[in-house]
């Protein structure tokens, strides 16, 4: 046949919604395969079943291009004017910085592409397929549209097919659909608009065969399958600059303006009013320059937000890029999936109905741990026989295995079987036993068509017993009575229906249990067997249940003024029941994919703004629901464990992914990965991320303040007439020292109280408020006031320049030190304990710092270095009192402020 009249990849119809004999024709084929001619043409017209990578970046741009960054300028500028002074050591030391800052991002972000070859790695290495009517296994990225393949238990699904025969298929979608529960598929179209995971008929390439046996034929492969594009998808996406460097830009940019345009004004107004020659003004303003330039900070937000790093590791999150840490502080909306991230992705069985009492089942997973209650009072299943004959009935009509491996509990199988067989653990029966006692002579396996299971027992004196689980509506057509009281009773369907639709509202999976006594040494089951006289044991209520500490977390973000939003695959009844559980939405309110397909942009960002549950998303919804909460001006941090949620999860301003359950795209794709695949993790990486904004903060309302006074000690000298009161190199320790000693201990600090119960900080507004700007230019002046204070007495006194000078330099210094003190709190007193001694590395730093200052004043050495000579015990007196009457200021600044009642700068 001429292969080119197969449906190219870019005009690939909808094929679930077609019967499977026209695919099975469109397609020129047939349940016997294609020739291996054909399969050989097609392979030349449509290419092997791989993911192609995209050209990656060269090694030498990705490392160029962690110097991009306006920080990484201020540091450069910093090191050419050191190294132009001819002070090669200062000029090495910041060079040396800027080269691992660049060498930490290289390592840690190059790591970022490998989303793609996670993906690429889901294909399954091997395949069974029908060739010229016989079968043969061969290397999956040999397939073409068209081939037959074959699947079974434990395949992982090689293409994407559209399945033209099932037994008992099942499949789990999890990782694409988000939905914990595996799929029964079926042969029978489906209608066009039908989201992924309700095309029954489809089966999609890397999701994984969990029960049963089907065969589909080849409708897609490598790019044009659901997988692939997925990875066009995280390919395409643009990852967004964190507000932090957004905001270090702006300033970055505005202060380098500053400080050009003071070192011309300098250098001109020396010129021209002055008439200092060229040269003289020339240093006096790159000194200038060097004094204002915070060379150091840089540096100290790098080492902030690796310590804060550091502190996530222990509380199980790891962070992949360094800004994440921050992003996380100015979240406003946490997106999360729903299984395995506020639910636990295990089946479990919360309540039981018999036609006499109803019961709630505790323990949550697989473990056979918790008891039974009614009413809120705790009873024993044991003193319930009929409810005994109904788990007994659901751990012997079923496939699954549940056993414990390095102390946790593992299923073969359906995991809403194993939930049954946990439910009678509970009750005490025991597995082993029950299927020795009343072993299976034959089944009827579920399937799709009639949605039930049933299976023939006989115990050792020949008594024989069928019994039946399943969907409920199934299950009950065949029941003529219902046990109560040990006695069957004839069938009350009203009560029973009441009691399904009661317990599906609330987001609960429904299965009924039923048996009937046959003739004796019966052998063989049929599906006559199964069309009546059956009694109803009772039913079960099957949920993934939320997290308990998920609730707790939820509530926390809600505290700290963070919404949260539940996207997931799962049917809408589902997600309003666990959302309504976890505190997220109203539990009544949701929309689904098919709605979100029908709203254009600007509904869309309405709608996202309204409602916090959105369920039955694909890839395309989340990674939409993402962008328009962004183009609302929301900072977004979207969590999930899911080859699903790899593309929303490299949109979001910060993608969290699960670390133990989550695939391995869904990590590479994220900017932070839980370990313990706990939600409440993130209110801890939030409150840290909170904590390292505030002390970055701390330290720009630190630094800036001693780099201004600097400079205004040098603008107003210049102004003046006289004599500079210190010297370039002089500038350069104070900068140093503060830095290395005193400014790192501010990274150190822990949250101050309140971190988690204000609202989130505005990501739009500058890193400094005006108030704080305010607080810097306040100090620079209190320090340029004390520096010429002093100056002036020492002057005036007679002492030499030297002196006056390192006068100069050790009243900056402790002013520095003291001023440290009055930053740990921008706004609380630190008048107390704890505000004087709580941080053990300030008090290092200082103590560091004072030994570093005597060894400057009266070291030999370092006086011929640094142009200094000894000081007398009078001068230290006046230095202090200038520090001390700084630190004062200051507190009395904070004192009045709150007064007036200023909580927040």
Known sequence: MPHEQVFAPDKTPLWHSYPPQQVLEEFKTGHAGLSQTEAKLRLEQYGANRLQPPKPKSIVIRFLLQFHNVLIYILLAACSMTAFLGHWVDSGVIFGVVVI?????????????????????????????????????????????????LLQSGDKVPADLRLVDCKNLRIEE???????????????????????????????????????????VVVATAQHTEIGRISQMIAQVDKLTSPLLRQMAIFGRWLTLLILLLAAGIF??????????????????????????????????????????????????????????????????????????LTRNEMTVQSVITAEVQLQVGGVGYAPTGGFSRDGKEILATDYADM???FRAGMLCNEASLHQQDGTWVIQGD????????????????????????????????????RFMATLHQDYAGHSQIYVKGAPEEVLAMCSHQRSQGEDQLIQLDFWHTKIQEASATGQRILAMASRATQIKQKI???????SGFTLLGLVGIIDPPREEAIAAIDKCHTAGIRVKMITGDHRITACAI??????????????????????????????????????????????????????GEIVAMTGDGVNDAPALKRADIGVAMGKNGTEVAKEAAEMVLMDDNFASITHAVEEGRTVYDNIRKTVVYILPTSGGEAGVLILAIILGMALPITPVQILWINMVTTVTLAISLAFERPESGVMS??????????????????IVFVALLMIGGVFTLYFWETVQGASIELARTVVVNVLVMCGMVYLFNCRYLMASVCSRQGLLGNRYVLMAVGLLLILQLLFTYLPVMQQLFGTTALDAAAWVRIIAVSLLLFLIIELEKYLLRRRGVKDL
């Not at 089951?525 to 069309?531: A, I, N, P």
């Not at 309110?589 to 254009?600: P, R, S």
Request: hydrophobic letters at 45%; a negative charge; proline letters at 5%.
């Open 268 to 341: 001109v107004y020396g010129l021209l009013l002055h008439d200092y020659p060229v040269n003289e003004m020339f240093m006096a303003a790159i000194s200038m320059a060097i004094a204002a330039i915070p060379e150091g900070l840089p540096a100290i937000m790098t080492i902030t937000l690796a310590l804060g790093v550091q502190n996530m590791v222990r509380r199980n999150a790891i962070v992949r890029h360094l800004p994440a840490v921050e992003t996380l502080g100015a979240v406003t909306v946490i997106c999360t999936d729903k299984t395995g991230t």
């Open 579 to 632: 959302g309504a559980k976890l505190g997220i939405g109203n539990g009544q309110n949701a929309v689904t994919g098919i709605e979100l397909d029908k709203m254009d942009e600007a509904q869309l960002r309405k709608v996202v703004g309204e409602i916090d549950i959105f369920a039955r998303a694909s890839p395309e919804h989340k990674l939409r629901l993402v962008t328009a909460l962004q183009e609302n």
């Open 101 to 149: 800052n660049a060498i930490i991002g290289f390592v840690q972000e190059g790591k970022a592409e490998e989303a793609l070859n996670a993906i690429r790695r889901m294909l399954s290495l091997n395949a069974i397929v029908q060739r010229d009517g016989q079968r043969i296994q061969m290397p999956a990225d040999q397939l073409v549209p068209g081939d037959i393949v």
């Open 415 to 450: 995991p809403t079987e194993a939930a049954l067989i946990t439910l009678a653990v509970k009750a005490t029966l025991d597995p082993v036993f029950e299927q020795k006692i009343l072993p299976r002579t034959d089944v009827i396996p579920f399937e799709s068509e009639h």
């Open 174 to 216: 999890a990782a694409l659909t988000g939905e914990s529960e595996a799929v029964e598929k079926s042969i029978h179209a489906v209608e066009a608009v039908t989201t992924i995971g309700d095309r029954f008929c489809m089966a999609y390439s890397g999701t994984l065969v969990v029960y049963g046996q089907g065969s589909g």
């Open 388 to 390: 005994l004959d109904m």
């Open 525 to 531: 089951l049929q599906s006559s067997d199964v069309e």
């Open 758 to 775: 204000r609202p989130p900080h505005d990501p739009n507004a500058p890193i400094l408020s005006g108030f704080l700007v305010w607080r």
